[in-house]
């Protein structure tokens, strides 16, 4: 069903002002866990002015650790849906259990299937139940087949609005976080119709490289990016090290903003 071969034409998902796909970039942006309600509104009120539609921030978070930090849960996804009341952002939020499914869609505009869960069948096809848009990621150690396999679990189930996202994989290079490859852009778009989204703040883990692989992502086509923000990310209870702050995402829309313009992306 996600072949291009059934549907030549691409995909574009479309939730409020978040255009992702034939032609759009869409920029997701927001904190790696939802903290605090001054944390959120701080980063939604500044990715909102530097051009991001979507706002993103966990509330599930599938922690390595099970003595870390794990979300803000209910809680956290009612500071999500206040922050969208006031910026008109829309809200990208994952879910991480087939039984949170109809909680996390009660606020969210995009559920986020984890990379950890993207051959969790169940969430899947419990996703493709649901009238939410959906953001599909690469799992570590998933080929791009079975990333679209994974994908056709969703599709299956009636929801077509399905984006898939590169967010790094597993490889013996320790520098880097995961490695990030960004010919998944150009064969996904050979392969399929649905849009490709880059993660660059999973898919590299250091902050100083974020800029450099969103202009780059841009460059190769991305159909959208989902970047992690912070309003001081040397305190962020997860993800700081690969977080940018204010004025970096701010700087970082721009240079992408360039290479779109040069290519004739709407942004
Ligand atoms: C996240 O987006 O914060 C996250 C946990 O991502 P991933 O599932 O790609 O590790
Ligand atoms: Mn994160």
Do not use: W
């Not at 904190?31 to 599930?60: D, H, N, W």
């Not at 099970?66 to 500071?79: C, D, T």
């Not at 450099?212 to 040397?234: F, N, Q, R, T, Y």
């Amino acid at each position: 069903v996600a072949s291009r071969e059934v549907k030549p034409e691409s995909t574009q998902v479309v939730v409020r002002d978040l255009k992702v796909g034939a032609g759009c970039l869409g920029v997701m942006a927001g904190p790696c866990s939802v903290e605090s309600e001054e944390q959120l509104i701080t980063t939604a009120r500044a990715v909102k002015k530097a051009g991001a539609t979507a706002l993103r921030g966990g509330a599930f978070k599938p922690r390595t650790s099970p003595y870390a930090f794990q979300g803000m849960k209910e809680e956290g996804l009612k500071l999500l849906a206040a922050a969208r009341e006031e910026t008109g952002l829309a809200i990208v939020t994952e879910v991480m259990s087939p039984e949170d499914v109809e909680l996390v869609a009660k606020y969210a505009d995009v559920l986020q299937i984890g990379a950890r869960n993207m051959q969790n069948y169940r969430l899947l096809e419990a996703c493709g139940r649901v009238d939410r848009a959906v953001l599909l990621k690469r799992g570590p150690a998933a080929t791009i087949d079975e990333l679209l396999l994974a994908a056709e679990y969703i599709l299956n189930e009636g929801n077509q609005n399905v984006m898939l996202c590169e967010r790094g994989i597993r490889t013996f290079e320790t520098h880097t976080r995961f490695t990030l490859p960004l010919a998944t852009v150009p064969y996904l778009h050979q392969k399929t119709h649905l849009p490709v989204v880059i993660d660059p703040s999973h898919g590299t883990g250091h902050a100083y490289l974020i800029e450099d692989m969103c202009a780059a992502s841009v460059a190769v086509g991305a159909d959208g990016l989902i970047i992690e923000v912070h309003p001081k990310p040397e305190e962020a209870m997860s993800d700081g090290y690969q977080s940018l702050n204010l004025d970096q995402f701010a700087q970082t829309m721009t240079k992408c903003r360039k290479v779109a313009d040069a290519l004739g992306i709407e942004m």
